[in-house]
Structures are given as structure tokens and as C-alpha cells.
């Protein structure tokens, strides 16, 4: 209870588009992106509720599952699996003009992919925006990391990423809006310091509820 329920369904965004799929559909009949659906403890009104629905992209939401035993075949929808694409790029650390960026320490890293509805205009999420996908990453403790995430194709994102350390936060973001319709490579994301706890929006405790 009070968690993200995982469920057999194939995720697409637009299964509830077809009429005849509005009762307890299916999704397509093929693919790999499960949904989630119901909020969770840590969640807004808008989320606590049965009809909310998030891919299985998004690392960090409190999920679970229920056993069940099937008694009704799952009703597929005449669409294709939804694709998608990986992003990949790499993390440094922001620094001095001709000074080598030190080593990334810390905690984790957390990287997210907004899409570009659920952000300011400043590239900032929106207070109860969830992202698209979100990956968890162990520091490398190197000046450079290597990143790859995989999202919902043919979408405008904006990225965004925090660094939990002892101290403080780190923020690294891309308030440029990019289309993931192909495999996008060598995306520059580089972090600063901040002060927390503005940089802890896409952190998994918090409220997120945005489709």
C-alpha cells in the first residue's frame, strides 16, 4: 500500500486516445516500458488516485506490486510499442577557465529528462513535475563521468541532474530544448554548487505528480 502500483500493462501515452480502449486497456501487445499507476505516500492529490499512470522509466518513485491471480485477458490496443531513445553525454564539474574540473564525489547523481511542457521557460521544472525518465548514478570520482538514460522518443525534453554530497548540492542542467528522436550522444552537462534545497526538485522524495 501507498506506494506506485506496477502493473502487466505495456505503457503507452496514448492508449487512452482510442475509444474503444477507455475500459481497462491493455496497452500494445509487445514491448518492454511497463505501467505504474495509483501515487504513492510521497505524492500530491493529483497522483493519489487510480487513474494516474507513469511509465517504468522513472528510478526513484516508492513502487510495488500486488499478486493477483488473472481472471480476465488483458484487452491490447492497436498501437505500436513506444519507442525510445538513449541520451548520453558526460558530467563534469564547473571550474576556473584553464583549470582542470577536480574529481566528482558524492553520494549519487541524479539525472532526469523533463518534458518540456512540465518547465519554465527558464528550464526549471514545474513544482509538481515528474520526469519522463530518471536514473541514479554512482559518482565515478573521476573530473569526468559518462551518462546514457532512456526516454520516451520524439519528445522535446530538458535535462536536469543533482549531486548529493556531505556538504552541499551540486545542480547541472540543459535549459535548451532538444527532440529525442534519435540515439542523441555527447550532451555536456556540468555542475555547480547551490544552496539546498532548491537543487533537490527531481529528488525522489518529493511530491512529483505532473503526466
Partial sequence: GNVWEYTQDVYHPGVYTISNQRTDPG?????????????????????????????????????????ARLEAKPKPAPLEPMRTVSLSGEFSMTTPEGERPPKILGERIWLSAFPAGLTTAAGEPLPDAIPAARISIKPNRRPRQRFSLDVPANRPYRLRATLETEEQTHLARLPDLFRASD?????????????????????????????
Avoid: Q, Y
Fill in 27 to 67: 496497452g500494445p501487445a509487445r514491448g518492454t516500458v511497463h505501467t505504474l499507476r495509483g501515487g504513492a505516500w510521497d505524492a500530491n492529490s493529483r497522483t493519489i488516485r487510480v487513474s494516474a499512470r507513469r511509465p517504468d522509466l522513472v528510478e526513484g518513485l516508492a513502487v510495488g506490486f500486488r499478486c
Fill in 183 to 211: 540515439d542523441t550522444a555527447d550532451i555536456k552537462l556540468v555542475f555547480a554548487s547551490i544552496d539546498p534545497p532548491s537543487g533537490m526538485d527531481d529528488a525522489p522524495i518529493n511530491p512529483e505528480s505532473a503526466p
